[in-house]
């Protein structure tokens, strides 16, 4: 069963507007933790920001926050002030268990195109 | 700023042969992985691995792969027998221990080419 919904495929933003990215996800454990990669052309994957299943705040950094609404099981991705360098594929992810060294599922991620 | 590091970027290789992916993982970090993502599609988990041994596998981990940590640095992905549809970029990662291990520093990937 798929655990991390992407919804959208693709999404463009104007340079300098905000953007949302959609992610939901699925799972019984009570213990989990969300993620966000970036991936830009060139193919590697750069860890962007974490949620704790407990954490009671929304994770920020830098111009990165996490929407956490864990009744709904979403986990977006809002990043402000857009930039040219934030076109990339953008992928959700889940880990479940409180103890470290679990399986990590990835969404099917969402492509961004900044104009400019 | 420690980095995970992957060897080679590219392997080419014939269906039927063996092939090695290397890693060497962040050096104080503790638990260790291998993704693959077969071009334009997701990432896909393969294993976790922590402590000598395999922690959690995915269905695709079957018995043509194995992982292993032979001198405490390296951390490598044997595929013994290949095939085509194991044409992907392979990615290590690894994450330290406590709040640490939230984060997994992933490598710039090895990209396996099956002819």
């Known amino acids: 069963a798929q655990k991390i919904t992407q919804t959208q495929p693709g999404m463009f933003v104007q340079e300098k507007e905000a953007v949302t990215l959609d992610c939901t996800y699925d799972?019984?454990?009570?213990?989990?933790?969300l993620f966000w990669y970036k991936q830009p052309s060139s193919g590697e994957m750069i860890f962007l920001i974490y949620?704790?299943?407990?954490?009671?705040q929304n994770a920020t950094e830098g111009r990165y926050s996490l929407n956490f609404q864990k009744a709904r099981k979403s986990a977006n991705l809002v990043i402000s002030a857009s930039q040219l360098g934030d076109s990339a594929m953008y992928f959700c992810?889940?880990?479940?268990?409180?103890?470290?060294?679990?399986?990590?599922?990835f969404g099917a991620g969402t492509r961004l195109f900044v104009k400019a | 700023e420690p980095e995970v590091t992957q060897t080679p970027s590219h392997q080419v290789t014939q269906m039927g042969q063996e092939v090695i992916l290397r890693c060497v993982p962040i050096?104080?970090?503790?638990?260790f992985y291998w993704y693959r993502q077969i071009l334009g599609q997701k990432v896909e988990f393969l294993v976790s691995?922590?402590?000598?041994?395999?922690?959690?596998k995915s269905e695709i981990f079957d018995d043509q792969f194995s992982v292993e940590r032979p001198d405490g640095s390296n951390f490598t992905l044997k595929i013994r027998s290949t095939k085509l549809e194991d044409s992907a970029m392979y990615f290590c990662?690894?994450?330290?221990?406590?709040?640490?291990?939230?984060?997994?520093?992933f490598g710039p990937g090895t990209r396996l080419t099956v002819l």
């Open positions: 990662a690894s994450s330290g221990r406590g709040r640490d291990w939230t984060e997994q520093f």
């Open positions: 799972t019984s454990d009570p213990s989990y933790g």
């Open positions: 949620q704790g299943s407990y954490d009671q």
């Open positions: 992810a889940m880990r479940e268990g409180g103890t470290g060294g679990f399986k990590t599922i």
């Open positions: 050096s104080n970090h503790l638990y």
């Open positions: 691995f922590y402590n000598n041994e395999i922690s959690e």
